[in-house]
């Protein structure tokens, strides 16, 4: 469930005087609903409205490119528009101690979506298509792909709502970066939050995701290099074989493509329906818990996060926001049975969140197979995960364990094979479905899946298959010689 961390540092450019620090904090927050999202912001309605009319546009444009994995949901989108730079440092991570000033801010971290903006920043209407550019690409599986690719995309698709693109090359004119060093960035890494690079590293970007994505043959070949990359090739090696090219060869080729796209057109702008939003006032301590809920997501400040939704709690012990937030702070965190207590608190307080109910049961397994009050718990929560959301793979999954620990592998092999159905490439669901069926001596499924894993991409999923299937043989033999006994069944 876990998942990587991709962050979005898009760099803030803006006044001198709406960048600087507000010394009295703002406390008026509202929410504005539009039809797909709710912005909560404690900014101008003004501003904060226009955040929700370009995230309407930015869907109407570019929801239609992208696929969701279809395993699961998307995670719940959290939009937070913060009136200025300062109040937005509260969620942006550290550079050198500080926190990077950003513009917009993308963040996936498995508990839900998080974008927030600035809403003193010049380029609005772009950081937003930027930023809700990057959910989508998450929400398709693209939390896997290089920094490199993921921030390039979500400027090519922002502009291709906004009509700007390039917009970093108004300033300076920016250093380029060598596509090797390009390719090679990481989110941890200082080039990367070095505030100096961005520009460069934005621009750069744009033009090799537009250069390798959006031509069939080359997609192609940036495929087969992400496949190497993932497989452990260094990068020079893998250029090299998929795009039959040096690193000096590659950025000859997408510098000849950004002259020649110059010179080809300007970025068109999308048109979309204008959308007018609802105001709906938050209260403060609502505010103050979406706000702490972010900043947990942020290595730099969780265990500040959890201090605030603790005391949040202490003022009202039912506030579902900061119950959930709790639960995952404390999961990202490592506290997996403090996490599972809290998760079930959280569930309570949030009826219809699934993940809540899968993760209270899923986090605290310790001695389940010994205590049957404690698989029954786990039963009842992960029953109604499912109960929720029939497609949840990972409940099934659960679900299928605490069978088997009951002994009843018959309920193990059918939520078993349901989680199999809902995620086809999981190998440990598969395997643990053929243990499900060698256990109720359904040999030739437990054969067949064990035969197929032996190709799996998971060594240890392999080497289980492989004993799994020398106990089938000998329990099969074991089964030939009793059967051919002539005393079987006479006693
Ligand atoms: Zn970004």
Request: charged fraction near 25%; charge should be negative.
């Given at each position: 469930m876990r998942r990587a961390l991709p962050i979005c540092l898009l760099l803030l450019l803006c006044s001198p005087a709406a960048c600087g620090r507000n010394g009295k904090r703002h406390t008026d927050w509202v929410e504005i609903r539009t039809p797909h999202f709710r912005i909560l912001t404690d900014g101008s309605v003004e501003r904060g409205s226009a955040v929700g009319a370009q995230l309407e546009c930015s869907n109407e444009i570019l929801s239609a490119k992208f696929v969701t994995d279809g395993n699961q949901p998307?995670?719940?989108?959290?939009?937070?528009?913060?009136?200025?730079?300062?109040e937005m440092r509260q969620v942006a991570p550290l550079g050198e101690g500080e926190a990077v000033r950003l513009g917009g801010l993308f963040l996936?971290?498995?508990?839900?979506?998080?974008?927030?903006?600035?809403?003193?920043?010049?380029?609005?209407?772009?950081?937003?298509?930027?930023?809700?550019?990057?959910?989508?690409?998450?929400?398709?599986?693209?939390?896997?792909?290089?920094?490199?690719?993921?921030?390039?995309?979500?400027?090519?698709?922002?502009?291709?709502?906004?009509?700007e693109s390039e917009i970093f090359e108004s300033g300076p004119p920016a250093k380029k970066i060598p596509a090797m060093q390009l390719l090679?960035?990481?989110?941890?890494?200082?080039?990367?939050?070095?505030?100096?690079?961005?520009?460069?590293?934005?621009?750069?970007?744009?033009?090799?995701?537009?250069?390798?994505?959006?031509?069939?043959?080359?997609?192609?070949?940036?495929?087969?290099?992400?496949?190497?990359?993932?497989?452990?090739?260094?990068?020079?090696?893998?250029?090299?074989?998929?795009?039959?090219?040096?690193?000096?060869?590659?950025?000859?080729?997408?510098?000849?493509?950004?002259?020649?796209?110059?010179?080809?057109?300007?970025?068109?702008?999308?048109?979309?329906?204008?959308?007018?939003?609802?105001?709906?006032?938050?209260?403060?301590?609502?505010?103050?818990?979406?706000?702490?809920?972010?900043?947990?997501?942020?290595?730099?400040?969780?265990?500040?996060?959890?201090?605030?939704?603790?005391?949040?709690?202490?003022?009202?012990?039912?506030?579902?926001?900061?119950?959930?937030?709790?639960?995952?702070?404390?999961?990202?965190?490592g506290d997996l049975k403090q996490a599972s207590e809290s998760f079930a608190r959280a569930a309570d307080a949030n009826p219809t969140d699934a993940n809540l109910l899968y993760l209270s049961a899923a986090l605290d397994t310790d001695g389940a197979h010994d205590q049957p009050a404690k698989r029954q718990r786990m039963q009842t929560a992960l029953l109604k995960a499912i109960s929720l959301n029939p497609d949840f793979a990972d409940a099934h999954h659960w679900l299928s364990l605490t069978y088997a620990w009951d002994g009843d592998?018959?309920?193990?092999?059918?939520?078993?094979?349901?989680?199999?159905?809902?995620?086809?490439?999981?190998?440990?669901?598969?395997?643990?479905?053929?243990?499900?069926?060698?256990?109720?001596?359904?040999?030739?499924?437990?054969?067949?899946?064990?035969?197929?894993?032996?190709a799996a991409s998971n060594k240890d999923v392999v080497s289980q298959a492989e004993a799994l299937l020398k106990q089938i043989e000998h329990a099969q033999l074991e089964r030939e010689a009793n059967d051919s006994s002539p005393t079987q069944g006479v006693q």
């Open positions: 998307a995670p719940p989108l959290y939009v937070v528009a913060f009136r200025n730079a300062s996936d971290t498995g508990s839900g979506r998080f974008i927030g903006i600035d809403l003193s920043t010049q380029n609005l209407n772009h950081i937003v298509a930027h930023e809700y550019s990057h959910s989508l690409v998450s929400s398709a599986g693209g939390q896997r792909l290089p920094l490199w690719l993921q921030e390039g995309l979500a400027e090519v698709f922002a502009a291709s709502v906004t009509g090679g960035f990481r989110e941890d890494s200082h080039e990367y939050k070095e505030q100096a690079f961005h520009g460069a590293f934005y621009s750069q970007a744009s033009l090799t995701a537009e250069y390798l994505w959006m031509d069939q043959e080359h997609k192609k070949r940036l495929l087969t290099y992400l496949e190497l990359t993932r497989g452990g090739k260094p990068i020079e090696v893998a250029v090299q074989q998929a795009f039959q090219k040096s690193g000096a060869e590659l950025n000859r080729a997408v510098a000849e493509f950004a002259s020649q796209r110059r010179r080809a057109r300007p970025a068109a702008k999308g048109s979309c329906t204008k959308v007018a939003g609802e105001i709906v006032p938050v209260s403060d301590l609502d505010a103050q818990a979406r706000v702490a809920e972010f900043e947990s997501q942020t290595a730099e400040h969780l265990d500040d996060a959890i201090h605030k939704l603790e005391s949040i709690l202490s003022e009202n012990p039912k506030n579902e926001i900061a119950l959930r937030g709790l639960a995952y702070g404390l999961w990202r965190r592998y018959l309920a193990a092999s059918d939520e078993g094979k349901r989680a199999v159905e809902l995620d086809p490439e999981n190998e440990q669901f598969k395997f643990n479905l053929a243990a499900f069926y060698a256990h109720s001596q359904r040999w030739s499924e437990a054969r067949g899946l064990c035969e197929g894993l032996a």
